[in-house]
């Protein structure tokens, strides 16, 4: 894709408020992505009704989520090819591609007509949609990340790069706002006609301004100054010569992409489908969800930067380990909007701190010269694993075991692959070169 326009080169000062504008462009494209999976997953009852009608609530509504995991399967697909595409024109020239493609995948969802007018047609283009948003979003959230990396100063990337998972949190807000607002003005009946569409189409408005923000990205100092860019065949001969960093990082992800999805995807149909609470009940969680997130994901990633990621992603996987289950179990026990808001609020904690030290881990732990396609690589494979299928794996094992906490059962095996892949990556054997690779 050939890009005309020069972005305008970063003062030599770097002062503030250039990095915050370049913070902003190149974090655009993850507030579009955010907001279009917080709206197909609070939307999800509607979408079942419009898209798969079913003979039950629950096959209708596991049809929904099982399209909404879909996207996630194609994640790993999209770090390779177009994370070694960024890694080989430059951050810049593959976010714009990364966005184009996730905007067209937005559009469809938001137009298709359904089931009744267009027949088997209506599901087949929503799951097309849902590719096309899960192949671009599988380079998008590494491509940012290491954009974020390598344009941080010296001793704060931690704090840097947790911008990329805060500027989703941006997008929860808005998204569970306009939930909101549009509850509070129209009808059950109405939201279940056409009304849950207006957020979808509000997504495609914002996107020709979310692209003139990407188009004037600049490149990264740090990439302009590597002499040599792999190409895709050396890309994917890298990718298999480091695939147990790989493996490793997709389990290290494990237990922050689950922790995002069970709080803010999944949190409005459990609350109304599970709990029972109100849809309002459900989207003020979400919004204060998302608030959270915001505070705690820039507060990890300083005091990682301050005492080392190990000891944050250690402790903070354990605890989810130890209670989580107590906490969903005193949740269920006893409904209610304030423990629903604590409960989540609690996990939330679990998502910023966690997140906040593990995004900049990830980053130094993959090799610079194919880092954003091993960064994509082992996000996606986390998501389409794990975090993706969260809200389909939760509604089954509430469905199988009668037990309204059940989903704390997967968020404990994602952390505990978290723990795992923490002493994997920092064990005392591989010290040295991982603290070169911090350094």
């Not at 999209?78 to 960024?86: D, E, N």
Request: glycine share 10%; proline share 5%.
């Amino acid at each position: 894709m050939q890009i005309q326009t020069q972005p305008r080169p970063l003062d030599a000062a770097g002062s503030k408020p250039s990095r915050f504008g370049a913070v902003l462009r190149v974090t655009s494209g993850n507030f579009l992505e955010q907001f279009d999976f917080f709206l197909f997953g609070f939307y999800a009852t509607y979408i079942a009704r419009t898209f798969f009608p079913a003979a039950s609530e629950f096959a209708s509504l596991m049809q929904t989520f099982a399209v909404f995991g879909a996207g996630f399967l194609m994640r790993p697909l999209g770090a390779i090819v177009l994370g070694a595409y960024i890694d080989k024109v430059g951050r810049r020239r593959g976010l714009i591609v990364t966005l184009s493609i996730m905007a067209s995948g937005t559009i469809l969802i938001a137009i298709v007509p359904g089931f009744q007018s267009i027949g088997l047609l209506a599901p087949a283009l929503v799951l097309i949609g849902r590719l096309l948003q899960g192949f671009s979003a599988g380079a998008e959230l590494g491509g940012v990340s290491v954009y974020l990396a390598e344009m941080a100063t010296p001793g704060r990337k931690g704090f840097y790069t947790a911008w990329q998972s805060a500027s989703q949190q941006v997008a929860i807000i808005v998204a569970a706002a306009l939930g909101y607002a549009i509850n509070s003005m129209m009808s059950p009946e109405t939201i279940g006609a056409w009304g849950w569409r207006v957020p979808f189409f509000i997504g495609c408005m914002i996107v020709p301004f979310l692209y003139v923000l990407r188009r004037s990205l600049q490149e990264t100092e740090e990439f302009k100054a590597r002499r040599h860019h792999p190409g895709t065949r050396e890309v994917f001969s890298s990718m298999l010569a480091n695939w147990q960093t790989v493996i490793a990082g997709m389990l290290l992800v494990a237990m922050t992409t689950t922790t995002f999805y069970l709080i803010t995807v999944y949190t409005p149909t459990f609350g109304r489908s599970v709990l029972h609470l109100s849809t309002a009940d459900s989207l003020i969680v979400t919004l204060f969800v998302g608030l959270s997130n915001f505070i705690w994901l820039p507060i990890g990633g300083a005091v990682s930067d301050r005492i080392g990621r190990r000891p944050i992603l250690l402790f903070i996987s354990a605890l989810a380990i130890l209670t989580s289950y107590p906490a969903l179990s005193w949740l269920a026990h006893d409904p209610s909007f304030l423990r629903m808001l604590a409960v989540l609020l609690y996990f939330s904690f679990f998502f910023g701190a966690y997140n906040g030290a593990m995004v900049a881990a990830l980053t130094e732990v993959m090799p610079v010269e194919v880092r954003v396609a091993g960064f994509s690589l082992a996000f996606s494979l986390a998501t389409a694993v794990f975090g993706g299928f969260t809200p389909a794996v939760s509604t089954y094992l509430i469905q199988a075991t009668g037990d309204k906490a059940a989903p704390a059962y997967w968020l404990i095996f994602a952390a505990a692959c978290g723990l795992l892949a923490t002493l994997i990556l920092y064990r005392r054997g591989g010290a040295a070169e991982l603290q070169a690779r911090l350094g």
